[in-house]
């Protein structure tokens, strides 16, 4: 066979080679788009439902908040609890009020001393570590593309409101009354401490999921 032959035999070879990859690229394309109609679909979807829970797992925090009313009868947070249920970091502290106290409906500055004397113990003038608008930042950053749990539709509504979270899931259960002191923020009378309510709604939370 001469030489000229033999590179016109490879040169076929070759174009044969490419023609059965492409061939075979394509039906792998075709089965790939038509997978929604062969059994593997079914294995496809529950490995994409295991991939999504466990990612979910990894971006689930608590939220905790207790506060006042404010102008439009909404929550106006006042000490806030943020607990990353995957890595157990919580993030604790007060808000400065977003307003005066002045600027409140007298129904509302009623409702809120009561909280004040008998409640959680904590007052609307006094100074937080952060502003109101600074908070809404915070849990945009630290809530966004994560599943949220928070005990108490008020503080559901004030994610919802705010547009915080994506995933918001109210857990249904009693929260404790702590003891005087339990929590430098409430430090007179048996209180709702948004850091303790973290903790007690993962321990329900796990012991019920």
Known sequence: ????????????????????????????????????????????????????????????????????????????????????????????????????????????????EWLTENFHGLTWNSSGSVSFNRLLTILEKELRNAKVLCAGERKAKFLRDHDLADEIIQVKMTLPRNSPGACKFHPRIPNRCARLNCIAVQSHYTNNA
């Not at 790939?32 to 991939?51: A, V, Y």
């Not at 993030?91 to 007298?106: I, N, Q, R, S």
Request: glycine share 8%; aromatic share 12%; net charge negative.
């Open 1 to 112: 066979m001469s030489d000229n032959t033999r590179k016109g035999n490879y040169g076929w070879l070759g174009f044969a080679a490419l023609a059965g990859a492409a061939i075979a690229g394509a039906a792998y394309a075709a089965y790939t788009i038509s997978e929604e109609h062969s059994d593997d679909q079914k294995w496809l979807q529950q490995r994409r439902r295991e991939f999504n829970s466990e990612r979910s797992e990894e971006n689930t925090y608590i939220f905790d908040a207790q506060g006042f009313w404010g102008k439009r009868n909404d929550l106006i947070p006042k000490e806030v609890g943020i607990l990353n249920v995957n890595s157990g970091e919580m993030t604790h502290f007060l808000v400065d009020a977003p307003y005066k106290w002045e600027e409140l409906p007298e129904e509302a500055k009623n409702t809120n």
